[in-house]
């Protein structure tokens, strides 16, 4: 200003100004927010370490607008944020602080989505303002989230998401009735006897033997009883 004049120097501060905005916007930070325990408040996690983390829930905060100028910020961020924490099922787009999503933000978001959804992690928004929300629907961009995952708060998302079952299904063993164990005993002693009549008798101890038309019992040594005898005489 002292050496090329006024005009000079309010546009070179002027554009030094423009150059430092665009910088920090290009630098949009995703903060991850935490519950502080007993409350139902949410803060980040690196500026209040008691907080904690919710199983299976991670909830991402955006800095700011996302734009043209930020979405590779956003989205390199967000991406390193599911690695950082692979057993979510769910993550919640915090979008409280987000002013306005242009079209680049938007196909950002969509594409973060579809990596999201390629890797069995759902998205819900929170705290949409009006204008981001109107342009969402706008968009069908509220379609492709699904409208039961929208939520005017952090809580009421943490509140719906624990009413939902989106634990992997478990195997559970039914016990057996028991006509079920009558009919398995059943099948056990018609076996028994289907053996015992495929094996022939003669040889084992206390088999049947037949003597002159009339079974009988065989003695333990395999040899007949007097009585055995008397009806082999008599025929």
């Not at 927010?33 to 983390?53: D, E, Q, V």
């Not at 018609?190 to 101890?205: L, P, Q, T, V």
């Not at 003597?211 to 009883?225: F, P, T």
Request: proline fraction near 3%.
């Amino acid at each position: 200003t002292l050496f090329l004049g006024t005009s000079f120097g309010l546009a070179a501060g002027f554009g030094v100004s423009i150059i430092v905005l665009l910088q920090q916007s290009a630098q949009g930070k995703v903060a991850e927010l935490a519950n502080l325990p007993g409350t139902t408040i949410y803060r980040n996690i690196k500026c209040f370490p008691r907080a904690k983390r919710l199983d299976g829930v991670a909830i991402a905060r955006f800095g700011g607008s996302v734009n043209f100028v930020n979405r590779k910020s956003f989205k390199e961020q967000l991406l390193k944020f599911l690695d950082k924490r692979p057993e979510v099922h769910t993550v919640a787009l915090d979008m409280s602080m987000a002013n306005g999503v242009d079209v680049s933000g938007l196909n950002m978001l969509r594409s973060v989505t579809k990596i999201f959804k390629a890797r069995d992690v759902n998205i819900c928004l929170v705290g949409c303002r009006g204008p981001v929300r109107h342009f969402f629907q706008r968009c069908k961009f509220s379609d492709e989230v699904g409208m039961d995952l929208w939520f005017v708060d952090i809580q009421s998302a943490i509140d719906y998401l624990r009413t939902q079952d989106t634990s992997p299904p478990q195997l559970v063993s039914i016990p057996e009735s028991k006509d079920a164990k009558l009919e398995r005993r059943h099948q056990a002693m018609e076996e028994g006897r289907d053996h015992k009549a495929s094996g022939g008798g003669g040889d084992g101890d206390g088999s049947d033997a037949v003597v002159g038309g009339v079974r009988s019992r065989r003695s333990g040594s395999g040899r007949l009883n007097p009585a055995e005898n008397a009806v082999v005489r008599r025929a």
